[in-house]
């Protein structure tokens, strides 16, 4: 549940779209989440992250996913003086639940840190407690769930506030997601390689 919180904009987009459209639209993102989640644990516990010790391949990816948040981020910030970069990943659009699902597959998937974080949490636990493949993936699996449990909670608290905020503070509220996507871009990007 540390890597939601230590991750950073996949909360906050949670925690987002529950304010502006409530529980089940959020709960499609997380859907989303959980979907790309899955697949990286898998590729965890199969050891792909082998491949993404290289520099030049993390450094690509790091990239990619800075990119991408930068883009996002600075879409949210514009779209308060009603300048959309991604017309189609409009802010107003998330009421429909596919565009919540895509764009919390897109977020997931263009943060390399994720992959990186199951990777090191599976090679720790079979190095410390020398685990069997299939306890391994019953490792995984509760780590999968409690990941869905975390943001599920996150979707519960942000829709409880949707009754209790006006418009203008959603729209202040845009800006600083906007601005939190900018600023883990710029630190991805600013990192110094590991």
């Not at 991408?68 to 514009?78: E, R, S, T």
Request: charged content about 10%; glycine content about 8%.
């Amino acid at each position: 549940m540390m890597l939601q919180l230590a991750i950073g904009p996949i909360c906050i987009f949670i925690f987002q779209i529950a304010s502006l459209r409530g529980f089940f639209a959020a709960e499609t993102g997380v859907l989303g989440v959980a979907l790309i989640d899955g697949l990286f644990i898998v590729a965890a516990i199969l050891g792909i992250a082998a491949v993404m010790e290289k520099q030049n391949m993390r450094w690509g990816l790091r990239l990619f996913g800075a990119t991408v948040l930068f883009i996002f981020g600075l879409n949210m910030v514009l779209s308060l003086i009603n300048i959309n970069l991604l017309p189609n990943l409009s802010i107003t659009d998330f009421g429909d639940t596919n565009h919540t699902f895509v764009y919390a597959i897109l977020l997931t998937v263009s943060n390399p840190l994720t992959i990186i974080f199951w990777a090191g949490v599976f090679s720790t636990k079979v190095a410390e407690e020398n685990m069997k493949r299939e306890h391994i993936y019953v490792f995984g699996f509760g780590a999968w769930f409690a990941a869905v449990f975390f943001l599920t909670l996150v979707a519960f608290m942000g829709s409880l506030t949707r009754e209790f905020i006006s418009p203008f503070v959603l729209q202040v509220l845009n800006g600083f997601v906007g601005a939190a996507f900018i600023y883990f871009a710029l630190k991805m990007v600013l990192q110094k390689n590991d």
